[in-house]
């Protein structure tokens, strides 16, 4: 008869702290090390700044032009103080904008977000992989955006400025003990500053050990395909089982 399961079994299908062990009251000696390696690693990620032009040099690498902006924050430590700067576009952007031009299908959003690790690692592969679904699918696209100190509902006035129908933000997650380098993805069709996040459709976890970039530019192009068909986004989207991604928003 075999052994009934236990969870240590677990152990293999996730890297959630479980089954860690016990020398008396206490942790392991290396669960507790390996716990604080991965506190210093999610600091790291929220601490350490974007390097814009390594992030605009490997996009041009890719074949794809790209400005720089920022938001109203003055640092990293306003940046956590006060998330709503973070969502406001800085006077400086308007000029680099206007000069990026209007009427796109698309527009493309860098922003370090809470994980310079996520966006160093993951978001240039992400975004030439967009970019080409795009390229196929005969869609219009602005240059891509490169933005610092930033939050998610900064895409909603760089689209709105660069008349986009849609805009895809692709951001560093709020990195966790399990993972700090995870990045998002968030798809707002016809943005304007001031949007709600219930007007957003999020797809998460997009690194290594977790959703491919493969998988995630697929499910970003079906929800795009869907917003450009229905001409909305966000919780009143309506989506095909075998093609979108859950209803997960912002």
């Not at 459709?201 to 690194?207: A, E, L, M, V």
Request: aromatic residues 4%.
């Amino acid at each position: 008869m075999s052994r009934p399961p236990s969870l240590r079994d677990l152990r293999s299908l996730t890297q959630a702290r479980i089954a860690l062990g016990a020398h008396g009251a206490g942790w392991p000696t290396a669960a507790s090390l390996a716990f604080g390696l991965d506190h210093a690693r999610a600091r790291e990620a929220v601490w350490t700044p974007l390097d814009p032009a390594a992030i605009r040099e490997a996009l041009t690498a890719q074949g794809l032009a790209s400005v720089e902006i920022r938001s109203n924050v003055a640092d990293r430590a306003e940046y956590l103080r006060r998330p709503d700067k973070g969502r406001t576009l800085h006077p400086d952007g308007d000029a680099v904008l206007s000069e990026a031009g209007q009427g796109f299908d698309l527009a493309i959003v860098i922003a370090d977000g809470l994980s310079a690790t996520a966006v160093a690692l993951n978001a240039v592969p992400a975004a030439a992989a967009l970019a080409a679904r795009a390229k196929r699918a005969g869609w219009s696209l602005a240059p891509l955006v490169v933005a610092t100190q930033a939050r998610v509902a900064l895409g909603d006035p760089v689209g709105a400025r660069l008349k986009a129908r849609a805009v895809v933000v692709l951001i560093g997650e709020r990195p966790g003990l399990s993972a700090s380098d995870s990045l998002g993805c968030y798809v707002t069709f016809s943005p304007e500053p001031g949007l709600p996040d219930s007007r957003r459709n999020c797809i998460s976890n997009i690194r290594q050990d977790g959703l491919s970039i493969e998988a995630a530019t697929a499910q970003m192009e079906a929800l795009l395909r869907a917003m450009f068909a229905q001409r909305l986004s966000g919780v009143g989207l309506r989506r095909d089982e075998a093609a979108l991604p859950g209803p997960a928003t912002a």
